[in-house]
Nanobody, 128 residues
């Protein structure tokens, strides 16, 4: 059973940066797709970015392309989300999720229901 713990959220001004971390325990993330999802008040949970633990294939939602970067450190069982040029609309609770899968990263990332393992979430607030 995989346990996921996110960290790195906080309050940042528009245009600022944050780096989120997701540490996995209880199992390695071999052959997993690991994703970052976010949910703002009154909105559905959306896939922000996902990465394959195997070949490192990545997917980004259009809203974050060019601003966010996902990466993994398999030795540390950790996935990161580097967020730059943050906007007010990026404000949300960010969740890390993982699922063993050989499906494409994009196919997984657009359907949060496919992920069974979730972290508790970390709040990101972008405000002046």
């Amino acid at each position: 059973q995989v346990q996921l713990v996110e960290s790195g959220g906080g309050l940042v001004q528009p245009g600022g940066s944050l780096r989120l971390s997701c540490v996995a325990s209880g199992s390695t993330l071999n052959y997993h797709v690991i994703g970052w999802f976010r949910q703002a008040p009154g909105k559905e949970r959306e896939g922000v970015s996902c990465i394959s633990s195997g070949d490192g294939t990545t997917y980004y939602a259009d809203s974050v392309k060019g601003r966010f970067t996902i990466s993994r450190d398999n030795a540390k069982n950790t996935v990161y989300l580097e967020m730059n040029s943050l906007k007010a609309e990026d404000t949300a609770v960010y969740y890390c999720a993982a699922e063993p899968s050989f499906a494409t990263v994009q196919a997984m990332c657009v359907r949060s229901a496919l992920f069974r393992h979730w972290g508790q979430g970390t709040q990101v607030t972008v405000s002046s």
